[in-house]
Protein backbone atom coordinates (compact mmCIF):
# COMPACT_ATOMS: atom_id res chain seq x y z
CA UNK A 1 0.00 0.00 0.00
CA UNK A 2 1.56 3.54 -0.73
CA UNK A 3 1.45 6.09 1.73
CA UNK A 4 -0.96 8.64 -0.27
CA UNK A 5 -3.57 5.19 0.26
CA UNK A 6 -2.66 5.13 3.77
CA UNK A 7 -3.39 8.60 4.24
CA UNK A 8 -6.28 8.68 2.55
CA UNK A 9 -8.01 5.86 4.31
CA UNK A 10 -7.10 7.33 7.51
CA UNK A 11 -8.66 10.49 6.21
CA UNK A 12 -12.20 8.96 5.43
CA UNK A 13 -12.41 6.76 8.54
CA UNK A 14 -12.06 9.89 10.54
CA UNK A 15 -14.29 12.08 8.25
CA UNK A 16 -16.56 9.98 6.07
CA UNK A 17 -16.49 8.80 2.77
CA UNK A 18 -14.91 11.18 -0.27
CA UNK A 19 -16.32 12.38 -3.60
CA UNK A 20 -14.78 10.97 -6.44
CA UNK A 21 -13.24 14.56 -7.28
CA UNK A 22 -11.71 14.82 -3.89
CA UNK A 23 -10.34 11.35 -4.52
CA UNK A 24 -8.76 12.54 -7.63
CA UNK A 25 -7.49 15.42 -6.61
CA UNK A 26 -6.01 14.05 -3.66
CA UNK A 27 -4.30 11.21 -5.56
CA UNK A 28 -3.26 13.64 -8.37
CA UNK A 29 -2.38 16.55 -6.28
CA UNK A 30 -1.66 15.40 -2.93
CA UNK A 31 1.30 18.34 -2.26
CA UNK A 32 4.13 15.91 -0.87
CA UNK A 33 2.54 11.70 -2.56
CA UNK A 34 0.23 13.20 -5.26
CA UNK A 35 1.10 11.45 -8.88
CA UNK A 36 1.51 14.94 -10.63
CA UNK A 37 3.92 16.04 -7.69
CA UNK A 38 6.10 12.91 -7.55
CA UNK A 39 6.01 11.63 -10.83
CA UNK A 40 7.25 12.30 -14.34
CA UNK A 41 4.24 11.14 -16.21
CA UNK A 42 5.48 11.46 -19.54
CA UNK A 43 7.16 9.31 -21.79
CA UNK A 44 8.15 5.58 -22.74
CA UNK A 45 10.02 5.69 -19.20
CA UNK A 46 6.79 7.39 -17.93
CA UNK A 47 3.56 5.90 -17.41
CA UNK A 48 1.81 7.32 -20.85
CA UNK A 49 2.68 9.47 -24.43
CA UNK A 50 1.04 11.98 -25.18
CA UNK A 51 1.04 13.13 -28.63
CA UNK A 52 3.54 15.86 -28.56
CA UNK A 53 6.03 13.04 -27.40
CA UNK A 54 5.03 11.02 -30.46
CA UNK A 55 6.07 13.28 -33.11
CA UNK A 56 7.54 17.09 -33.08
CA UNK A 57 4.64 17.45 -36.81
CA UNK A 58 1.38 17.65 -33.96
CA UNK A 59 3.12 20.86 -32.32
CA UNK A 60 3.95 21.93 -35.81
CA UNK A 61 0.30 22.16 -36.96
CA UNK A 62 -0.85 23.14 -33.67
CA UNK A 63 1.26 26.35 -33.61
CA UNK A 64 0.76 27.36 -37.41
CA UNK A 65 -2.74 26.78 -36.62
CA UNK A 66 -2.48 29.44 -33.62
CA UNK A 67 -0.36 31.24 -35.98
CA UNK A 68 -2.49 31.63 -38.64
CA UNK A 69 -5.38 32.53 -36.35
CA UNK A 70 -3.27 35.47 -34.70
CA UNK A 71 -2.76 36.30 -38.53
CA UNK A 72 -6.73 36.28 -39.19
CA UNK A 73 -7.52 38.06 -36.12
CA UNK A 74 -4.96 41.21 -37.18
CA UNK A 75 -1.33 40.41 -35.63
CA UNK A 76 -2.43 41.58 -31.80
CA UNK A 77 0.51 42.82 -30.02
CA UNK A 78 1.13 41.73 -27.39
CA UNK A 79 -0.60 38.89 -26.82
CA UNK A 80 -0.50 35.89 -24.47
CA UNK A 81 0.79 32.13 -26.13
CA UNK A 82 -0.42 30.13 -23.27
CA UNK A 83 -0.37 26.27 -22.48
CA UNK A 84 -2.51 24.72 -19.71
CA UNK A 85 -1.28 21.44 -18.25
CA UNK A 86 2.26 21.35 -20.72
CA UNK A 87 3.62 18.32 -19.32
CA UNK A 88 7.38 18.02 -20.18
CA UNK A 89 7.05 21.97 -22.68
CA UNK A 90 7.30 19.41 -25.39
CA UNK A 91 4.02 20.83 -27.13
CA UNK A 92 5.06 24.90 -26.56
CA UNK A 93 8.97 24.04 -27.55
CA UNK A 94 7.94 22.71 -31.23
CA UNK A 95 4.77 25.25 -31.21
CA UNK A 96 8.04 28.16 -30.81
CA UNK A 97 10.04 25.98 -33.68
CA UNK A 98 7.17 25.73 -36.05
CA UNK A 99 6.45 29.84 -35.78
CA UNK A 100 9.97 30.93 -36.04
CA UNK A 101 9.45 32.09 -39.08
CA UNK A 102 5.88 33.87 -38.72
CA UNK A 103 6.88 37.32 -39.27
CA UNK A 104 6.12 39.45 -35.56
CA UNK A 105 4.84 36.36 -33.76
CA UNK A 106 7.86 35.51 -31.56
CA UNK A 107 7.96 39.11 -30.78
CA UNK A 108 4.59 40.02 -29.84
CA UNK A 109 3.99 36.89 -28.15
CA UNK A 110 4.28 36.65 -24.07
CA UNK A 111 4.74 33.05 -23.84
CA UNK A 112 2.55 31.86 -20.46
CA UNK A 113 2.37 28.46 -18.67
CA UNK A 114 -0.39 27.10 -16.53
CA UNK A 115 1.49 24.39 -14.32
CA UNK A 116 0.03 22.95 -11.09
CA UNK A 117 3.48 20.92 -10.61
CA UNK A 118 6.79 22.31 -9.58
CA UNK A 119 8.51 19.16 -10.58
CA UNK A 120 7.28 19.41 -14.08
CA UNK A 121 7.48 23.33 -14.13
CA UNK A 122 10.81 22.53 -13.87
CA UNK A 123 11.19 20.25 -16.78
CA UNK A 124 9.11 22.90 -18.34
CA UNK A 125 11.65 25.46 -17.99
CA UNK A 126 14.70 23.27 -18.60
CA UNK A 127 12.89 21.97 -22.64
CA UNK A 128 12.15 26.21 -22.97
CA UNK A 129 15.74 27.59 -22.02
CA UNK A 130 16.26 30.08 -24.77
CA UNK A 131 12.96 31.71 -24.42
CA UNK A 132 11.25 33.85 -22.23
CA UNK A 133 8.36 32.26 -20.23
CA UNK A 134 6.44 32.77 -17.14
CA UNK A 135 4.64 30.75 -15.10
CA UNK A 136 0.92 30.97 -13.21
CA UNK A 137 -0.68 29.10 -11.00
CA UNK A 138 -4.53 28.87 -12.95
CA UNK A 139 -6.53 30.77 -15.83
CA UNK A 140 -7.41 33.66 -13.65
CA UNK A 141 -3.49 34.74 -13.16
CA UNK A 142 -3.60 35.40 -17.40
CA UNK A 143 -2.80 38.53 -18.33
CA UNK A 144 -5.66 40.74 -19.86
CA UNK A 145 -4.37 40.88 -23.27
CA UNK A 146 -5.30 38.49 -26.65
CA UNK A 147 -4.85 35.14 -25.57
CA UNK A 148 -3.83 32.00 -27.91
CA UNK A 149 -3.99 28.92 -26.10
CA UNK A 150 -3.77 25.29 -25.96
CA UNK A 151 -4.32 22.58 -23.87
CA UNK A 152 -3.16 19.00 -25.07
CA UNK A 153 -4.59 16.67 -22.64
CA UNK A 154 -5.43 18.58 -19.56
CA UNK A 155 -8.99 18.39 -19.02
CA UNK A 156 -8.80 14.91 -18.54
CA UNK A 157 -6.84 14.60 -15.17
CA UNK A 158 -9.40 17.11 -13.85
CA UNK A 159 -11.35 15.70 -11.26
CA UNK A 160 -14.60 14.54 -11.67
CA UNK A 161 -17.70 13.89 -10.19
CA UNK A 162 -19.92 10.91 -10.60
CA UNK A 163 -24.28 10.40 -10.42
CA UNK A 164 -25.57 7.15 -10.66
CA UNK A 165 -29.36 6.90 -11.04
CA UNK A 166 -30.83 4.45 -8.95
CA UNK A 167 -34.42 3.63 -7.78
CA UNK A 168 -33.73 6.98 -5.18
CA UNK A 169 -33.29 9.36 -8.13
CA UNK A 170 -29.34 10.30 -8.84
CA UNK A 171 -26.64 9.02 -5.70
CA UNK A 172 -23.11 10.18 -5.94
CA UNK A 173 -20.79 7.72 -6.27
CA UNK A 174 -18.54 7.78 -2.82
CA UNK A 175 -14.99 6.78 -2.30
CA UNK A 176 -14.97 4.87 1.55
CA UNK A 177 -12.91 2.35 3.88
CA UNK A 178 -13.50 -0.88 5.17
CA UNK A 179 -11.03 -3.06 6.54
CA UNK A 180 -8.14 -0.26 5.43
CA UNK A 181 -8.93 -0.29 2.25
CA UNK A 182 -10.59 1.51 -0.21
CA UNK A 183 -14.09 0.46 -2.41
CA UNK A 184 -16.91 2.69 -3.51
CA UNK A 185 -20.20 3.23 -1.63
CA UNK A 186 -23.57 5.15 -3.04
CA UNK A 187 -24.07 8.92 -1.21
CA UNK A 188 -26.98 10.92 -0.17
CA UNK A 189 -29.62 11.27 -3.04
CA UNK A 190 -29.15 14.48 -5.21
CA UNK A 191 -32.22 16.36 -6.45
CA UNK A 192 -32.98 14.75 -9.85
CA UNK A 193 -34.04 17.83 -11.62
CA UNK A 194 -30.53 18.83 -11.80
CA UNK A 195 -29.59 16.23 -14.07
CA UNK A 196 -32.85 15.12 -15.60
CA UNK A 197 -33.75 11.77 -16.18
CA UNK A 198 -32.05 8.63 -17.16
CA UNK A 199 -32.58 4.80 -17.55
CA UNK A 200 -31.77 2.91 -14.38
CA UNK A 201 -27.97 2.54 -13.86
CA UNK A 202 -26.90 5.59 -15.78
CA UNK A 203 -23.77 6.76 -14.77
CA UNK A 204 -22.97 10.53 -15.29
CA UNK A 205 -19.99 12.42 -14.70
CA UNK A 206 -19.38 15.98 -14.31
CA UNK A 207 -16.28 17.86 -13.84
CA UNK A 208 -16.55 21.20 -12.35
CA UNK A 209 -13.30 22.59 -12.58
CA UNK A 210 -13.27 22.07 -16.37
CA UNK A 211 -16.73 24.01 -17.01
CA UNK A 212 -15.34 27.06 -14.72
CA UNK A 213 -11.45 26.84 -16.18
CA UNK A 214 -13.58 26.58 -19.73
CA UNK A 215 -15.67 29.60 -19.06
CA UNK A 216 -12.67 31.87 -17.68
CA UNK A 217 -10.71 31.62 -20.89
CA UNK A 218 -13.84 31.65 -23.43
CA UNK A 219 -14.27 34.87 -20.90
CA UNK A 220 -10.88 36.13 -21.95
CA UNK A 221 -11.31 34.89 -25.69
CA UNK A 222 -14.31 36.89 -25.61
CA UNK A 223 -13.51 39.96 -24.48
CA UNK A 224 -9.83 40.11 -25.40
CA UNK A 225 -9.79 38.29 -28.56
CA UNK A 226 -7.62 35.28 -29.60
CA UNK A 227 -8.44 31.25 -29.48
CA UNK A 228 -8.24 28.27 -27.43
CA UNK A 229 -7.58 24.70 -28.91
CA UNK A 230 -8.62 21.78 -26.89
CA UNK A 231 -7.68 18.03 -27.58
CA UNK A 232 -8.32 15.60 -25.37
CA UNK A 233 -9.77 12.20 -25.66
CA UNK A 234 -13.72 11.98 -24.92
CA UNK A 235 -17.02 12.66 -26.95
CA UNK A 236 -19.52 15.14 -27.38
CA UNK A 237 -21.94 13.94 -24.80
CA UNK A 238 -20.95 10.89 -22.66
CA UNK A 239 -22.62 8.70 -19.74
CA UNK A 240 -20.87 5.39 -18.07
CA UNK A 241 -17.85 5.31 -15.79
CA UNK A 242 -14.52 6.32 -18.16
CA UNK A 243 -12.71 7.52 -14.88
CA UNK A 244 -9.23 4.88 -15.24
CA UNK A 245 -5.59 4.78 -13.37
CA UNK A 246 -2.68 4.19 -15.96
CA UNK A 247 0.87 2.97 -14.57
CA UNK A 248 3.40 1.76 -16.85
CA UNK A 249 1.65 2.07 -19.98
CA UNK A 250 -1.23 -0.63 -18.39
CA UNK A 251 -4.62 -0.15 -16.95
CA UNK A 252 -4.68 -0.78 -13.24
CA UNK A 253 -7.13 -0.47 -9.99
CA UNK A 254 -8.24 2.95 -9.95
CA UNK A 255 -8.82 2.63 -5.96
CA UNK A 256 -5.17 0.90 -5.32
CA UNK A 257 -1.35 2.53 -4.87
CA UNK A 258 -3.16 6.13 -4.24
CA UNK A 259 -0.62 8.78 -6.42
CA UNK A 260 1.44 5.80 -8.16
CA UNK A 261 -0.69 6.23 -11.44
CA UNK A 262 -2.05 8.74 -12.91
CA UNK A 263 -6.00 8.70 -12.81
CA UNK A 264 -8.00 10.12 -15.88
CA UNK A 265 -11.69 10.28 -17.24
CA UNK A 266 -12.48 11.20 -20.69
CA UNK A 267 -13.96 14.66 -21.58
CA UNK A 268 -17.53 15.60 -22.17
CA UNK A 269 -16.58 18.40 -24.76
CA UNK A 270 -20.71 19.41 -24.76
CA UNK A 271 -20.19 20.53 -21.42
CA UNK A 272 -17.02 22.37 -22.71
CA UNK A 273 -19.36 23.76 -25.20
CA UNK A 274 -22.12 24.79 -23.02
CA UNK A 275 -19.57 25.83 -20.40
CA UNK A 276 -18.14 28.32 -23.19
CA UNK A 277 -20.88 29.50 -25.29
CA UNK A 278 -22.50 32.43 -23.12
CA UNK A 279 -18.81 34.47 -23.65
CA UNK A 280 -17.16 32.84 -27.15
CA UNK A 281 -17.75 30.98 -30.11
CA UNK A 282 -17.23 27.36 -30.25
CA UNK A 283 -16.18 25.24 -33.48
CA UNK A 284 -17.66 22.10 -34.21
CA UNK A 285 -15.83 19.01 -32.15
CA UNK A 286 -13.50 17.66 -34.84
CA UNK A 287 -11.60 14.38 -35.22
CA UNK A 288 -7.87 14.93 -34.26
CA UNK A 289 -6.74 12.97 -37.44
CA UNK A 290 -9.01 14.88 -39.42
CA UNK A 291 -7.80 18.04 -37.83
CA UNK A 292 -3.82 16.83 -38.50
CA UNK A 293 -4.78 16.21 -41.91
CA UNK A 294 -6.49 19.68 -42.88
CA UNK A 295 -3.31 21.11 -41.34
CA UNK A 296 -1.29 19.56 -43.84
CA UNK A 297 0.42 16.57 -41.61
CA UNK A 298 0.75 14.37 -44.72
CA UNK A 299 2.78 16.95 -46.54
CA UNK A 300 5.36 17.56 -43.19
CA UNK A 301 5.13 14.11 -42.93
CA UNK A 302 6.64 13.17 -46.41
CA UNK A 303 8.83 15.97 -46.05
CA UNK A 304 10.70 14.98 -42.93
CA UNK A 305 10.53 11.40 -44.35
CA UNK A 306 12.93 12.15 -47.24
CA UNK A 307 15.38 13.37 -44.58
CA UNK A 308 15.10 9.69 -42.91
CA UNK A 309 16.25 6.22 -43.25
CA UNK A 310 16.06 3.00 -41.45
CA UNK A 311 14.58 2.91 -38.22
CA UNK A 312 13.82 6.52 -38.08
CA UNK A 313 12.04 6.20 -41.18
CA UNK A 314 9.60 3.48 -40.01
CA UNK A 315 9.30 5.66 -36.61
CA UNK A 316 8.54 8.73 -38.15
CA UNK A 317 5.72 6.79 -40.46
CA UNK A 318 4.50 4.90 -37.45
CA UNK A 319 3.88 7.97 -35.70
CA UNK A 320 2.08 9.67 -38.43
CA UNK A 321 0.04 6.99 -38.48
CA UNK A 322 -0.59 6.81 -34.39
CA UNK A 323 -1.32 10.92 -34.26
CA UNK A 324 -3.93 10.45 -37.32
CA UNK A 325 -5.50 6.80 -38.10
CA UNK A 326 -8.87 6.61 -36.82
CA UNK A 327 -8.18 2.71 -35.60
CA UNK A 328 -5.11 4.40 -33.13
CA UNK A 329 -5.73 8.46 -32.16
CA UNK A 330 -6.79 10.15 -34.85
CA UNK A 331 -10.60 9.33 -33.65
CA UNK A 332 -11.06 8.79 -29.79
CA UNK A 333 -9.35 12.20 -29.28
CA UNK A 334 -11.44 15.07 -30.23
CA UNK A 335 -10.47 18.47 -30.44
CA UNK A 336 -12.74 22.03 -30.26
CA UNK A 337 -12.02 25.84 -30.71
CA UNK A 338 -12.99 28.50 -29.25
CA UNK A 339 -13.16 32.30 -30.76
CA UNK A 340 -14.40 35.28 -30.05
CA UNK A 341 -18.10 35.54 -31.63
CA UNK A 342 -17.71 36.24 -35.23
CA UNK A 343 -14.13 35.40 -36.02
CA UNK A 344 -13.27 33.79 -38.34
CA UNK A 345 -12.57 29.99 -37.35
CA UNK A 346 -8.92 28.22 -36.94
CA UNK A 347 -7.92 26.23 -40.06
CA UNK A 348 -9.07 22.70 -40.02
CA UNK A 349 -12.08 22.93 -37.30
CA UNK A 350 -14.80 21.91 -38.19
CA UNK A 351 -17.83 24.80 -37.81
N1 LIG B 1 -0.02 18.70 -22.43
C1 LIG B 1 1.05 17.79 -22.12
C2 LIG B 1 0.90 17.05 -20.79
C3 LIG B 1 -0.40 16.43 -20.40
S1 LIG B 1 -0.32 15.71 -18.78
C4 LIG B 1 1.29 16.86 -23.29
O1 LIG B 1 0.48 16.85 -24.18
O2 LIG B 1 2.29 16.15 -23.29
C5 LIG B 1 -1.27 16.84 -17.80
C6 LIG B 1 -0.57 18.11 -17.40
O3 LIG B 1 -1.49 18.92 -16.64
C7 LIG B 1 0.64 17.95 -16.51
O4 LIG B 1 1.58 18.94 -16.88
C8 LIG B 1 0.06 18.22 -15.10
O5 LIG B 1 1.01 18.55 -14.15
C9 LIG B 1 -0.90 19.35 -15.41
N2 LIG B 1 -1.97 19.57 -14.45
C10 LIG B 1 -2.76 18.64 -13.88
N3 LIG B 1 -3.71 19.22 -13.09
C11 LIG B 1 -3.50 20.55 -13.18
C12 LIG B 1 -4.14 21.71 -12.62
N4 LIG B 1 -5.19 21.58 -11.83
N5 LIG B 1 -3.67 22.94 -12.96
C13 LIG B 1 -2.61 23.07 -13.79
N6 LIG B 1 -1.96 22.01 -14.35
C14 LIG B 1 -2.39 20.78 -14.05
Known sequence: MTQLTDIIVKQIERSGPITVAEYMAQCLLHPEHGYYTTHQPLGAKGDFITAPEISQMFGEMIGLCLAQTWMDQGMPNPFTLAEIGPGRGTLMSDILCATKSVSGF???????????????????????????????ADVTQLPAHPLFLVANEFFDCLPIQQFIRTDNGWQEQMVAAENGKLGVMLGAQKPIEIYGDAPLRTILEICPSANAIVADIAQMV??????????????????????????????????????????????????????????????????????????????????????????????????????????????????????????????????
Not at 114 to 133: F, W
Not at 271 to 281: K, V
Not at 311 to 324: P, V
Open 222 to 351: GSYGGAALIIDYGDWDLTGDTLQAVCNHQKVDALENCGASDLTAHVNFKAIATAAAPFAQVSGLTDQGVLLERLGITQRAQSLAAQLQGDALENHITAHRRLTHPEEMGHLFKTIALTPKGAIHPAGFDI
Open 106 to 136: HDAAHVVLVEASPRLQQEQADTLTGYNVDWV
